[in-house]
């Protein structure tokens, strides 16, 4: 597994924030081993080198789209594909239904805008789409195990170590 630069941040934060003295070390060690781990999944779930070329074209339009709705039928429609053709040929490829992978996507995205923005979970979450803050905060936890306010403070104390 080839491990990206914020694999290697989370790695390290785990190891600066144990041999600290805050009084929010476990938590911040926990959520950014839970990242850790998150990014390693993320890594090990990258596309197969495998004959469904058609596919690859869907999983750029993800990445290009990942702050639009993106429709499962248009993504199946991109691959040439029935669309409960294109739900199995996507998990084989991927590891995850169309759904969940653009989901995670999305949550992805969420975090990089949540390290780099001064935007507000409302903003965040409208902007990727989500139907509601609500919403977003549900499938961020479900994703991340902390919600995205959580997850800001995080990376807040985790700046100031």
Do not use: W
């Not at 041999?19 to 390693?40: F, G, P, W």
């Not at 975090?111 to 609500?134: G, K, N, P, V, W």
């Amino acid at each position: 597994i080839q491990l990206g630069r914020n694999a290697i941040n989370y790695f390290n934060t785990i190891l600066h924030t144990y041999e600290s003295d805050s009084m929010y070390k476990m938590t911040i060690v926990r959520n950014s081993l839970t990242n850790l781990l998150i990014e390693m999944l993320a890594c090990s779930a990258v596309i197969k080198d495998t004959t469904d070329f058609y596919l690859k074209p869907v999983i750029d339009y993800i990445e290009e789209n990942v702050d639009f709705y993106i429709d499962i039928d248009y993504l199946a429609n991109i691959a040439g594909l029935s669309k409960s053709r294109f739900q199995i040929k996507f998990k084989e490829y991927t590891g995850y239904p169309p759904r969940e992978y653009i989901m995670r996507k999305k949550v992805e995205r969420a975090r990089e805008l949540l390290d780099s923005s001064d935007l507000t979970i409302t903003e965040i979450a409208h902007m990727l789409c989500f139907s509601s803050s609500q919403y977003f905060s549900t499938v961020f936890k479900k994703y991340t195990n902390v919600t995205p306010a959580e997850y800001k403070n995080n990376s807040k104390l985790i700046s100031k170590i």
